[in-house]
């Protein structure tokens, strides 16, 4: 890892890099992402490609004329769309873009990082995220209003910036700051952990969290909110249940037993062993490099071809 201080310093220090790269990324939100984009395009010989973390809200932020980091002008100039969302809006994104490659590369786990612990369970029901405003009702309704109607379920929030008038039952526990060294720790100490996920990311679909994820490579078992895609990467209530309302939670908590709740998230690890490792991520990756220079060199031949008939 190395740090530039501006565009200047990125371009003094390395455009030799950049050049003899075989590929090179420019990710959203990076400051200045607009003239460093132009400037990747124009100067690496290889191949160049965008990637997105956060596609629902460039594409919001490309419609209003707003985005920072993109332009409308840059997409057909990438040769590769990598994107953390998945399904229709990779279409979209090339037909209305003019991207000429848009695929998913989503986020993944570590599994040497995240794995089983063999310890008792300390909560019933936990959620990690930092506090958003259109995550609360859901939050509210998954985990805060079963605490409030059964007082012996032992809950937990962790997390920053939920506001200081919010009014925590008894029964949920409240850490403020968890460090990434204790993810696993906490996941482990939990019999369901639940899943939910931001309102841009659920309308659109396909958009896993790497909290997902971690907790699955962890083999705790998940509830989570539903939304277009999920099918795609748990097989549903046999890898990972959903829920939209309380008595569905306050149901799965009272009536699946032990074996059948440590069966459902040993079979969710193993789905994510199998597909969503950073292995696999890195696999992924090289095949759609391939795939770029495939057609790279198949355009280049027939462009070819065409100039020696004519």
């Given amino acids: 890892t190395q740090l530039y201080k501006s565009v200047a310093e990125l371009k003094r220090k390395f455009t030799r890099t950049v050049m003899d790269a075989d590929l090179c990324i420019v990710g959203s939100y990076v400051p200045d992402g607009v003239s460093i984009g132009e ?10 490609a965008f990637y997105d973390i956060d596609t629902p809200v460039t594409l919001a932020k490309l419609a209003s004329g707003k985005s920072e980091y993109l332009s409308p002008r840059l997409v057909p100039r990438y040769d590769l769309y990598l994107s953390f969302t998945g399904g229709p809006v990779l279409r979209k994104i090339e037909r209305e873009l003019g991207s000429p490659m848009a695929r998913a590369l989503y986020c993944s786990v570590d599994p040497k990082v995240y794995f089983p612990e063999d310890r008792a369970s300390k909560w019933d029901l936990g959620y990690m995220g930092t506090y958003s405003i259109d995550r609360q009702p859901s939050l509210d309704e998954l985990l805060i209003e079963p605490a409030r109607r059964s007082p012996e379920l032992k809950t937990v929030v962790a997390g920053p910036m939920y506001p200081k008038e919010l009014s925590w039952p008894t029964n949920v526990d409240r850490i403020e ?5 204790s993810h696993r720790r906490f996941y482990s100490s939990q019999r369901f952990t639940l899943n939910i996920t931001r309102a841009d990311m659920r309308s659109t679909g396909y958009s896993p969290s790497v909290r997902l994820f971690e907790a699955a490579a962890c083999g705790t078992a998940i509830i989570s909110d539903n939304w277009p895609g999920l099918e795609t990467f748990f097989n549903l209530e046999n890898e990972i249940l959903t829920a939209s309302s309380v008595e ?3 149901t799965y908590l009272s009536l699946i037993s032990e074996d059948d709740r440590r069966a459902l998230g040993a079979r969710a690890r193993l789905r994510v062993l199998a597909s969503h490792t950073s292995e696999q991520r890195a696999i992924e990756l090289e095949n759609y490099v391939a795939e770029v220079r495939q057609t790279t ?4 031949a027939s462009a070819e071809a065409a100039g020696a008939i004519a």
């Fill in 248 to 250: 569905e939670v306050l």
């Fill in 177 to 181: 700051h968890l460090a990434p060294a």
């Fill in 297 to 300: 060199s198949t355009a280049t």
């Fill in 39 to 48: 400037w990747v395009i124009q100067t690496c010989r290889g191949v160049n």
